[in-house]
DNA sequence: GATGAATGAGCTTTCATTCAT
DNA sequence: AATGAATGAAAGCTCATTCAT
């Protein structure tokens, strides 16, 4: 008996099938962006993969389960991203800025799946799951326990409350996000590094020392 | 004035079909904020206003041409109170606190109309017409010329650029906003008018002074 | 103010609704004869009965309603019709033979309304709500009454099962009747009636006095 | 005869594929009766099967392939019984017990294949081969000889239609199992044996001495 | 104005069947 | 023999929109 189990496809191995799902996955994150989740149909995403329609049922129940995974498989990677930020032993304001150009960066490199996480997903928590409900109450945790950090450790002002403070926050780049995903704020490409680390700056400038003049305001 | 107001009137003048309209927008708003622009059908809205559905498209060309009836009806309005606030003669800083309240207090006093132009229409920009981008991109003007006038005036640091100051004060309501209207961010009832002054102060609060110690950051 | 309503349509009043409904019923009958429940397309419904497949769906809510409504709304109408027979004051033997003769003559009036019946709604009893199970359930309580009756009467023997009876009288004429329906026993149409006539009372004649010789069996 | 049934053997002989297919249709009786024809999946089958779907192709041409052959490989087998019991040299009484026993057993041994056979087979006769409608009406030209037959020797009345006969008496046993088959007649399962002898005696009782008091009627 | 019957494009989803490996 | 990825026909159903009355 061979102890060595021959394959017929000299092709990939067991994660052949996890390949093509995140191929899938990839194809609805481009026809999400394009066409909006509601404007997408199951047989899009089934051309721009390169497959027959019927195949993305075999990889996903529906065309909902799709958008879910979209925002499960990559959130939790975004979250502990910041996590590991804001365990770190750093000057609040160096985290602060780090989160800016985390965020503004994840719409850089992938801006698609920034505009589907922003306009399919986010405004449809509707009919989300608690799980993805709780998902995104999990960043914002994140930004208040920072914020909290920083006063207790004498850096931020404690007379501000935190939960409004991390709103304050994490608002400003998310509308940043919104502005350049609904290409409202045209920025050049050639730019864009630039201009989003000026802006992540920038915010977390606004945020720790305000914007009135110093014994003014 | 008259006391009575007379409706059914016979002979119909102008208000009455302008009456009728408004009536099924109301209804509209209702029920797209209850199942969502998609999820609504126009027979929803139909019975919602108490009228048959074959009606409705005697008030409006179709279904998309509510939604955009429900943004431009009421945003010129809400833009009017913006720019009376921007163009008095007052601090900035009382001028922030009181675009903030009137932002929130948009949400209080009406909330169905917010969550459909936070959940439905800023969602579908990327298909509106120009006609609705240039309209919010007004209000985004407006805020950054009340920052520009008071970096001018001395009362605002000028060494930050005015654009993204903007965006972080739009943003922080926003994010309060959207919160709000997923019911993730929950407020008695009772307390709603005070959290929103408190919220409205806080902003504006960090927004001018910043969130680090003095002297520090 | 008119007395008398002028109504648009010149034709159907009230029931014109009731009406369509029943047109559909009967090309659903014709469809479901011809095809089977499950070969059968609504759109084959709807075009036999001249109409867009849409609107079967104002009238039904879905294609299984059809199925139960052609049940439900001839099926108690029969039910009534042997409740007759069974309460009348008449000999058992004349109640039989009027009840097979009943049966039996369905098919001839009605040939694809029974065999919807035999072949689609009976013999899917699985799926079936408790409902027509139950309504199916009171015709054989009804034959067994009138077996029970007969026996009280002394003009039945009393030492067989009613129930048991019941399913002799019932299946027997089951059979005939499937058997017509999937054509295997072929009648002349002329011959028809005198043919479900002989049936009728031989069945009646086999059920009361048996085949066995007199003295003999 | 060998005591060792040696399965698995490396060279397949002719019965090892004949072994595999009977396993699936074992597994197809199974889940048709569970779910109906239509509502089984090719998958579902396999998965009961414990094969690859795939596979099952290898063994029959299509879905309805399986169907026909449940139907044919068993059948048979129930008709070569029926015709030892009607060409033996017994009194038509015994005979008829002799039948109705069989076929009531038939369920109680084997009440998945009935199901089926009453629910799924019968019920597509309407597109069945003539081979399927011929094979059944074989047996009931069995039951129509041996009413037949009875009728020569004396035993039974000659002034009955023989062919009317043999429904009535097919019928009633049919209609028993139907009713068992939906579950409509509960019977305790530690009972059933005996209450199958039981019906199988009353039922000939009745078609050979009627239900009619002696002398009355 | 008012009604709701009527239409049919268009969608999601299922699943029998094929076939490369 | 065995697998299950891949295909795509086919069907049910929804609902925006039209239009006769």
């Not at 496809?9 to 962006?33: W, Y």
Request: glycine letters at 8%.
């Amino acid at each position: 008996m061979p102890a060595v189990q021959v394959k017929f496809s000299a092709a990939p191995d067991g994660s052949a099938r996890r390949d093509k799902r995140n191929h899938i996955l990839d194809a609805a994150i481009a026809v999400f962006a394009r066409l909006g989740y509601h404007g997408a149909r199951v047989s899009d995403i089934a051309r721009e993969a390169g497959i027959a329609y019927g195949l993305v049922y075999h990889y996903f129940k529906n065309k909902e389960e799709i958008l879910n995974t979209i925002f499960e498989e990559r959130w939790s990677g975004f979250l502990e991203a910041v996590e590991g930020i804001v365990e770190a032993q750093r000057p609040t304001q160096d985290k602060l800025v780090s989160i800016a150009a985390l965020m503004l960066n994840a719409h850089r490199l992938r801006p698609e799946w920034v505009k589907v996480l922003v306009l399919e997903i986010q405004r449809s928590s509707r009919f989300a799951e608690p799980g993805q409900i709780r998902a995104v109450g999990r960043f914002f945790q994140l930004i208040e326990r920072l914020v909290r950090d920083g006063q207790e450790a004498g850096e931020l002002r404690r007379d501000v409350d935190a939960e409004v403070a991390s709103y304050v926050f994490v608002g400003a780049l998310e509308i940043v996000i919104t502005a350049r995903v609904l290409d409202v704020l045209r920025v050049e490409e050639a730019a864009e590094a630039s201009y989003y680390e000026k802006v992540a700056c920038t915010v977390a400038d606004i945020f720790l020392r305000g914007l009135g003049q110093e014994g003014g305001g």
